[in-house]
């Protein structure tokens, strides 16, 4: 069965990095876009982009540009989401997700990694 | 961007009551070379990953109970629960997948009365 399973749980400085993986079984990982998408508390779930395993293509959401960077390992089926310059509103519930078969509805999720950024 | 909002933001039905929620997108996800909605329903609960209800605006995924619908086109969608449960007390999110970024509604808040 498809499982993404995610990295464990990040305490970050300000203006720090963070990198969270995000390993898929049960499917052939090239065959279908890695989503990452975001939940800071009280706030809405946020899209940040997708990275295609297939080619390495990425979308990112504008409002990461130049701070996002997806990418993947397709001899470990894993894909991996950095964010940078990190400030307290990158505080969040990060998840990644795979598509469905039919569209590009998230029908897969990962587990989540809590990030939190604190002085 | 095309901007997702949910109306009522929090709920409260009586258990064994039918519970709708509405989503607006700000421009039609209806794409006309295949008339299908690129409207998706999630449902969240603390400590748990979302899970998708409802793509295609009204295809339900597999192992969602037959009380989950949803229907709609263009820009108004809605997700109804036909006879309350107390597991479906969680935060239901609406979101289109017909452009990039994709985007979700606010999310409203369901409980029991």
């Known amino acids: 069965q498809v499982q993404l399973v995610q990295s464990g749980a990040e305490v970050k400085k300000p203006g720090a990095s963070v990198k969270v993986s995000c390993k898929a079984s049960g499917y052939t990982f090239t065959t279908y876009a890695v989503h990452w998408v975001r939940q800071a508390p009280g706030q809405r779930l946020e899209w940040m982009g997708w990275?295609?395993?297939?080619?390495?293509?990425?979308k990112y959401s504008q409002k990461f540009q130049g701070r996002l960077t997806i990418t993947t390992d397709t001899s470990a089926s894993t894909a991996y989401m950095e964010l940078s310059s990190l400030t307290s509103e990158d505080t969040a519930v990060y998840y990644c997700?795979?598509?469905?078969?039919?569209?590009?509805?998230?029908?897969?999720w990962g587990q989540g990694t809590v990030v939190t950024v604190s002085s | 961007d095309i901007v997702m909002t949910q109306s009522p933001d929090s709920l409260a039905v009586s258990l064994g009551e039918r519970a709708t929620i509405n989503c607006k997108s700000s421009q039609s996800v209806l794409y006309s070379s295949n008339n299908k909605n690129y409207l998706a329903w999630y449902q969240l609960k603390p400590g748990q990953p979302p899970k998708l209800l409802i793509y295609w605006a009204s295809t339900r995924e597999s192992g969602v109970p037959d009380r989950f619908s949803g229907s709609g086109s263009g820009t108004d969608f809605t997700l109804t629960i036909s006879s309350l449960q107390a597991e479906d007390v969680a935060v239901y999110y609406c979101q289109q997948y017909y452009t990039t970024p994709r985007t979700f509604g606010q999310g409203t808040k369901l409980e029991i009365k």
């Open positions: 990275i295609n395993p297939g080619n390495g293509n990425t």
């Open positions: 997700a795979r598509a469905g078969d039919t569209g590009d509805y998230l029908l897969y």
